[in-house]
């Protein structure tokens, strides 16, 4: 049976326009979805296609004003019975942060694929097709269900928790941590590895509209603690260290933090490092820090904000949430 997929996009590389075949610039975000649907209608493709237009934008400029319209599209999608799965059109800079920010609010019991290209779609070479029939793929398949959000780039679906774009350019721009790709995709063929992990099929945390300031703070060889504290400024309500090794900080950064623990501003530790664990350490507790255990500082950000948004402000409870990603 033919599945029946709503596509929301919202611009990005995958509808983006070059002028050349072979030039380096472009601009993102030229093709509209209708446009779009038609081009992938000479596909053959197995599914019945319906479009909306969330935003086109180029996705440096994603964030809360195009999230707060996409999130209620989804949702609209996702509880029509005629709908068996959506797929979110996306540039690849910020796609990781918007998958995740969707992971963490959305119910499972429906695959939602995020799917974008690294070439736009006058390009030699041009991705953006074959990621988009595999994305197809996927959102058809009923196993899809139970994973939460999905994201396919090339061959590979990556779950949202663990995807991040690893390099500037090229096919292989995505990997997953610390999980690797979780299935193996063609527009033809899909294969997982392993079954559905999400253990209940309910959003993890509710939708809010206003989510709090929380900057990230990238700490180098030098860096002072004058420098920390007016990056973090007086108006956030949390805080991600992007620290070197596994989170550390210079001694007199970390005092800074500890002051600003003190006066209830949620301090996360995480890594400026591609891959690896930030787990706790033994002082984190009298500091009232959190570790960001896998999650890079982008995606720490994220969770820290939903956190935070659905009213945990207690370092204990925060840390539970990061530890449960």
Not at 101 to 109: E, F, Q, W
Request: proline share 4%.
């Amino acid at each position: 049976m033919s599945a029946n997929l709503t596509v929301l996009a919202t611009g990005g590389t995958i509808a983006g326009i070059a002028g050349s075949a072979i030039g380096h610039e472009y601009n993102a975000g030229e093709i509209g979805i209708d446009a779009y649907l038609e081009t992938v209608g000479g596909l053959g493709l197995s599914a019945t296609l319906s479009g909306r237009q969330i935003a086109n934008i180029d996705s440096a400029d994603m964030g809360p004003q195009v999230w707060n319209a996409l999130h209620p599209a989804i949702c609209e999608a996702l509880t029509d019975e005629g709908c068996h799965g959506v797929i979110v059109t996306h540039g690849t800079d910020t796609l990781e942060e918007t998958a995740f920010l969707l992971d963490l609010t959305l119910p499972a019991h429906k695959p939602v694929v995020v799917v974008g290209a690294m070439r736009p779609a006058d390009a030699v070479g041009y991705d953006g097709l074959r990621n988009f029939a595999n994305a197809v793929r996927v959102a058809s398949d009923r196993s899809a269900a139970g994973r939460g959000v999905l994201v396919v780039m090339g061959d590979r679906v990556f779950a949202a928790r663990d995807v991040r774009k690893v390099r500037t350019r090229g096919s292989e721009a995505f990997r997953g941590f610390p999980r690797e790709s979780v299935g193996l995709v063609t527009p033809a063929s899909l294969d997982w590895f392993g079954a559905p992990w999400r253990a209940s099929m309910e959003a993890a945390f509710g939708w809010r509209d206003d989510l709090p300031p929380v900057p990230v703070v990238y700490l180098h060889a030098g860096i002072s603690a004058e420098d920390v504290a007016r990056q973090i400024g007086r108006e956030a309500c949390g805080v991600v260290i992007a620290g070197v090794g596994e989170g550390n900080m210079p001694e007199a950064v970390r005092r800074v933090l500890r002051e600003v623990a003190a006066r209830g501003v949620a301090v996360v530790r995480a890594s400026r490092a591609d891959e690896g664990l930030v787990d706790r350490e033994v002082d984190d507790t009298a500091n009232g820090f959190i570790a960001a255990r896998a999650l890079n500082p982008q995606k720490a950000r994220i969770l820290l904000q939903v956190v935070l948004a659905n009213e945990k402000r207690a370092p204990e409870d925060i840390q539970r949430a990061f530890d449960g990603r």
